[in-house]
């Protein structure tokens, strides 16, 4: 308050001067803009795209290419974490959650010229919800048995209506991208910015600007400002980070945290950090009762008392610091604090404290001899951490865990796998003891989050599939996380998903070590980028970005 | 003895005198983490800075070079001596037996090796200590890296079978098993230096890329082949000069290896 009271007088005084430079300045962006127009904005996706099919997107690329192309009936803002309006004008949710009703903006077409409407709207739902398309799009939608029914009530209104009710429905349509009902060529026509215009394998895909996009700029202009997008397709980050120094990549949306600091020391311009994102890395043990685990082991992992000592001799200020140079945060639980709304702010930092981790076991039986633990059998406490081979970063994190643990006589094999070996004894076998891996967060509902909690889901990972749930903590996360996605009322939900972060972080089935920062790297050729935390976070506004003439 | 072999000696001497006597030079060892001073500059405590999770790097090449020294010239050995057995063998008696081992050599080299590797590793218990992961790494490479050697040596021993000395030393008598193992073997000897040390950067650097395996040498435990692969993300050479440490050594190892125990007219052209 102070500073406003400060600043008062001197704007009183100086008004109309500045005024006048305001409309100086909108003048001068103005031209800027149109000066800048046009262009082509260069970059690397790290995968071939698996499809160009937006409703079966399922990889980070062809999730890439749904963003530029697809236009969406309502969109989250990457900025705000706030939903707007897209093509749908306005929309409304029925109190029991089971039917949404759209208004549609009248006029516009997709790219190839076919206009837009409620028909098409109904058509790329009834795609959707296909069981035989098995979308990972679609599937967000389905919370209970029976079929989705839409109606076109007129050109520019439809409401559709699901079997059962789905928590946070509105925000669901982010992610589907519409479809032309009557168009010969469906994945060519689209609503978005841009428009697949080349697709070399292996290679490149190149997208041109959609002469039918219906936004315009505050002065009317007709968006987006690029003619056009190369994206080159390259795993190498090595070779990313070289290209984008010799200017022939205008960004790098995801960056390492060590070639973030290579860049910022040279060149701080072009670097930014969003702060902490929606990803985090975790460590897990097996709990699967059938895994070919000796039985001393299995009791183990299935000790909450143990996965807790484990998790406060882990020093996750250092993996933040040594591992992430900084740009991490130690994790608090299963949602990063970058999600504003459902993140439980009463969750307190997990406490690193190597004796009182060492206590908690020798109350449960353990005991040091000879710097080497042994449970109350004489077994030793030996046990592999396994992670995805190529990944530095959690390779690293393994071997500083390696040495945090050896603090307190547990001995650690830190083993690399390659991911289809990884997958598979995550997965198939069970034949690992503790797995090191990250979980890339889309989603800010909780929603998107049910295959990981449910005990019965295969993606529950310490544990999948259960018939029933093994523990009474697990049964406590299954109703909740039931109650939240069946209820409509935000404030239920959002007391049962805060109440499913503090039993996760009390049993620690995951231990969550870091939530690391959203890093990447922008040009000084491009305008208009800011990057966020959200994904795309340095593309999520590519219809107003300008890349300057080369 | 010349001076390059003079050189190629005490360069040999120090390295291994260095490796032998790495407890003393580095006590810390090469697992402490100096957590506060990562990817540090060479300094006095830090002779060659340390790496990301600050290890000292100068106690990692020591320890790294005494395995990868004692392990991959003993793979190479290894896998040498088989293609001495198979090659020279069946080159010298040509025929069917040629024919038969060249075809094994084939489908040898025709197995889908990267599989058998995850096949092998999904055998292998997850925890296994660093030093029997390392173990069986060499052990496979010595075993698995014959082939390409041993069609060289077939060839070479078939021209031998029929050269001027052999058809004297057979015309006079001498029995077909001294004559292969006085009269051939020496003969393949250049071949048989030449494979040997082409083989051992080739399994320094195949351990480190078996990483992805989950075969290579396991963590703490250094090789030439994990501190080689240090270097992938390595954006300019001028940056971080002493990173470039071990591939030096790794050269001037092999070199001086090759300068001290081939003759000039060993050396296979």
């Known amino acids: ?550 | 003895m010349n001076l390059w072999r003079k050189l190629a000696c005490v360069i040999l001497l120090v390295v291994v005198c260095a490796s032998v006597a790495a407890n003393w030079l580095a006590p810390a060892g090469y697992a402490r983490q100096y957590r506060e001073a990562t990817n540090a500059a060479p300094s006095r405590s830090h002779w060659l800075g340390t790496d990301e999770i600050g290890r000292d790097r100068f106690a990692r090449v020591l320890y790294g070079t005494r395995i990868s020294l004692l392990l991959a010239p003993a793979a190479a050995l290894l896998s040498t001596l088989m293609a001495a057995l198979i090659g020279g063998l069946a080159g010298y008696l040509g025929g069917v037996w040629a024919r038969l081992a060249m075809a094994i050599t084939d489908l040898f080299l025709s197995l889908p090796w990267l599989f058998l590797l995850i096949t092998a590793r999904a055998l292998m218990p997850l925890n296994v200590s660093p030093l029997v992961s390392v173990l069986v790494t060499f052990l496979l490479l010595g075993l698995l890296g014959w082939t390409a050697a041993a069609r060289v040596l077939c060839t070479t021993a078939g021209a031998l079978r029929s050269a001027d000395f052999v058809r004297q030393a057979r015309a006079a008598g001498v029995p077909g098993q001294r004559l292969f193992w006085i009269h051939v073997m020496p003969n393949l000897k250049p071949v048989l230096y030449a494979q040997f040390w082409i083989s051992i950067p080739v399994f320094i650097l195949s351990e480190a890329n078996l990483g992805i395996l989950g075969l290579g040498v396991a963590e703490p435990m250094p090789s030439w082949g994990s501190l080689l692969k240090e270097l992938e993300g390595l954006l300019s050479l001028g940056d971080e000069p002493w990173k470039l440490v071990p591939l030096i050594l790794l050269v001037l190892v092999v070199m001086s290896f090759q300068l001290l125990l081939s003759r000039h007219d060993e050396v296979a052209a």
């Open chain 1, 1 to 550: 308050m102070k500073g406003w009271e400060s600043m008062r007088p001197q704007m009183a005084g100086t008004y109309g001067k500045a005024l006048a430079n305001i409309v100086i300045c909108l003048g001068f962006l103005t031209a800027q803009v149109a000066a800048q127009a046009g262009g082509q904005l260069n970059f690397c996706l790290r995968t071939e795209p698996k499809t160009f099919d937006p409703l079966k997107v399922e990889d980070e690329s062809s999730a890439a290419i749904r963003y530029l192309t697809g236009g969406v009936l309502v969109r989250v803002n990457r900025q705000t974490q706030e939903l707007e309006p897209e093509l749908a004008r306005s929309w409304k949710v029925s109190k029991d959650g089971r039917q949404i009703t759209f208004r549609l903006r009248p006029g516009l077409s997709f790219s190839d010229g076919t206009p837009f409407s409620a028909g098409d709207v109904a058509y790329t739902v009834q795609q959707l919800m296909d069981p035989a398309l098995h979308s990972a799009t679609g599937d967000a939608f389905r919370s209970g048995a029976g079929n989705v029914e839409t109606k076109v009530i007129s050109a520019t209104q439809i409401s559709i209506t699901f079997p059962a009710s789905v928590a946070g429905l509105d925000r669901l349509f982010d992610q589907v991208a519409i479809l032309s009902e009557r168009s010969t060529k469906k994945e060519m026509a689209v609503l978005g910015p841009f428009m697949l215009a080349d697709y070399k394998p292996g290679a490149t895909v190149l997208l041109k600007r959609n002469p039918n996009y219906w936004k315009t700029d505050v002065q009317g202009r007709k968006l987006p400002y690029l003619d056009s997008i190369r994206l080159d397709i390259q795993a190498n980050r090595d070779v990313e980070m070289l290209r984008f120094k010799r200017g022939e990549l205008d960004l790098i949306n995801s960056l390492d945290s060590e070639y973030f600091d290579k860049l910022a020391a040279t060149s701080p311009q072009l670097v930014h950090d969003a702060g902490p994102s929606l990803d985090s890395e975790q460590l897990w043990f097996n709990e699967v009762a059938k895994a070919p685990l000796p039985a001393y082991k299995k009791n183990w992992f299935r000790s909450a008392n143990f996965r807790r000592a484990i998790s406060e001799a882990i020093n996750r200020d250092d993996l933040s610091r040594v591992i992430f140079h900084g740009h991490a945060q130690p994790a608090l639980g299963p949602f990063s604090p970058a999600n504003k709304f459902w993140f439980n702010g009463k969750l307190k930092p997990q406490t690193y404290d190597p004796d009182a981790a060492l206590k908690a076991l020798e109350s449960d039986g353990f005991r040091l001899e000879n710097g080497a633990l042994k449970d109350k059998d004489g077994n030793e406490v030996v046990f592999s951490i396994i992670t995805n081979a190529g990944s530095k970063t959690r390779e690293r994190m393994a071997v500083l865990i390696q040495a945090d643990l050896q603090k307190i006589g547990i001995h650690v094999n830190v083993v690399t796998l390659d991911f289809p070996s990884l997958i598979e004894r995550m997965t198939q076998s069970f034949d690992y003891e503790a797995i090191i891996l990250g979980l890339t967060n889309v989603d800010l509902d909780p929603n998107g989050e049910m295959n990981v909690w449910l005990s019965s889901s295969e993606n529950h990972q310490w544990n999948p599939q259960q018939k029933a749930p093994e523990t009474a903590w697990e049964a406590e996360i299954d109703r909740l996380m039931r109650a939240q996605a069946t209820s409509t009322d935000p404030k239920r939900r959002k007391e049962a998903f805060d109440r499913v972060q503090e039993i996760a972080v009390e049993q620690e089935p995951f231990i969550f070590l870091i939530n690391k920062n959203a890093l990447s790297a922008v040009s000084m050729a491009v305008h208009g980028a800011a990057p966020v935390i959200l994904s795309p976070q340095s593309f999520w506004n590519a219809d107003r970005l300008t890349v300057a003439k080369k």
